[in-house]
């Protein structure tokens, strides 16, 4: 039997076997995490963000660490705050309905729409 591969096919085909290969290939490496939290004066405890996120050699992450527990004393150099807004959710139609209860919630389509 013949299989074709349209034109979309195959650059998508090659997209998912590079993708497949780098994930096989890959070898995870250790890193290593600063996470600071600070009591204030007015007992609140704040968890400070470094910017870095993730530091891969050990020595510097130790220094690191020592500097920090070191001081007893931080300055605010700037503050930055961020609104999140959660869209609401799409209305489902009948399929969808059923279908999200049958999968989410166990239920049956009769079930579904006797609710």
């Given at each position: 039997s013949l299989i074709s591969y349209g034109p979309c096919q195959t650059p998508t085909l090659g997209f998912c076997v590079d993708r497949h290969d780098t994930i096989q290939t890959h070898k995870p490496e250790p890193y290593w995490v600063l996470q600071v939290s600070v009591d204030t004066k007015d007992e609140k405890r704040l968890n400070l963000e470094w910017e870095r996120i993730r530091c891969f050699d050990r020595e510097v992450a130790v220094m690191f660490l020592q500097t920090v527990k070191g001081q007893t004393e931080?300055?605010?150099?700037?503050?930055?705050?961020?609104?999140?807004?959660?869209?609401?959710?799409?209305?489902?139609?009948?399929?969808?309905?059923?279908?999200?209860?049958?999968?989410?919630?166990?239920?049956?389509?009769?079930?579904?729409?006797?609710?």
């Open positions: 931080a300055k605010v150099i700037s503050v930055t705050t961020k609104e999140k807004q959660k869209e609401k959710p799409l209305a489902l139609n009948t399929v969808e309905l059923m279908r999200v209860a049958s999968s989410g919630l166990g239920m049956g389509p009769q079930h579904a729409m006797s609710i």
